[in-house]
């Protein structure tokens, strides 16, 4: 039976500038395996061979083609595409798979299975990570991995592709440990976990101000469970007509008007661009953006 990768540590990194698809490629692999700079030299590789592509089909269409010099993989204040997480993760012979794809149609039934997510909306990356047999949310905006309950995860995912965000499967052999030596491996914004500092640190920023999040943060996990319980519970109240469990009407109206005042305060939390975008991804039935939330993006998914 194998051991638990980087004997049992959790690797994190927190927010630097506008690095989180750095950070979001780290805590897949587990590790410091990539650096702004690595990824910028993808960047350059990609734009280079797309320029090549075009004026090859020009030549072939015995046209002029137009080559604009700004990238198409790395904006100038360092988002990268989702081509460069590809890239970076093709190195370790990983794959990089939309959500909504064919392919990932068994993820889609029961993510427990896999062990990687990859979401992404405007300029934000992360992942979700399954280490050592639990899941965790590597958002670099959290101050530690956030632990997800096997029985959540499906909920978050639909949570957070309600609301507009992309969803990629990460499919292949996951390094099982970091390469690189506790010395080498500080880099200003990654940091090792044991599962239960973890855990202390995420009660300690609960038990603080949590309202005060990135204005593009999901829903976090335990809103969603809460909000599944209260709207369970209310189901449950409505069905039995309060008198089974002994609740009378006055505490079902306390209850309900109680699940409306959290549902309310975690809605006003978002932005309303991204409020309005969730009918047009239900309706749509798919795990991406809305096209006119990828046309404001200053990257978009090719």
Not at 145 to 155: C, D, G, M, R, V
Not at 249 to 265: C, Q, R
């Amino acid at each position: 039976m194998e051991g638990p990768i980087n004997g049992g540590m959790l690797y994190h990194e927190v927010q630097e500038s506008k690095l989180c698809a750095v950070h979001c490629v780290n805590t897949v692999l587990q590790g410091p395996f990539f650096s702004e700079f690595d990824l910028a030299a993808l960047a350059s590789d990609l734009d280079r061979t797309e320029h090549q592509m075009m004026l090859e089909g020009s030549a072939a269409s015995g046209g002029d083609a137009f080559l604009s010099e700004e990238s198409h993989n790395v904006s100038m204040d360092g988002d990268f595409s989702i081509q460069v997480l590809q890239k970076a993760l093709e190195v370790w012979d990983l794959q990089v798979i939309p959500l909504h794809s064919p392919v990932a149609e068994p993820a889609q039934v029961d993510p427990e299975l896999e062990n990687a997510f990859i979401c992404h909306l405007q300029d934000h990356w992360f992942c979700i990570r399954k280490v050592n047999g639990e899941w965790y949310n590597f958002d670099s905006l959290y101050a530690a991995p956030e632990h997800l309950s096997k029985f959540y995860l499906s909920a978050y995912l639909d949570t957070l592709k309600g609301f507009g965000w992309s969803i990629f499967l990460v499919r292949g052999n996951f390094p099982k440990e970091c390469p690189i030596t506790s010395g080498e491996a500080s880099n200003g914004y990654g940091q090792w976990l044991l599962p239960e500092d973890a855990e202390r640190i995420t009660k300690s920023c609960n038990s603080g101000n949590r309202h005060q999040q990135h204005h593009r943060d999901p829903p976090t996990p335990v809103a969603v469970e809460d909000d599944d319980l209260n709207a369970a519970i209310a189901a449950s109240l409505r069905e039995n007509g309060g008198g089974e469990v002994g609740i009378s009407g006055n505490d079902d109206d306390d209850l309900e008007a109680a699940i409306a005042a959290s549902l309310a305060v975690d809605n006003a939390a978002l932005p309303s661009s991204v409020t309005l975008a969730v009918p047009a991804v239900v309706a749509a039935g798919s795990g991406g953006a809305p096209e006119s939330e990828r046309k404001d993006s200053g990257l978009q998914d090719k």
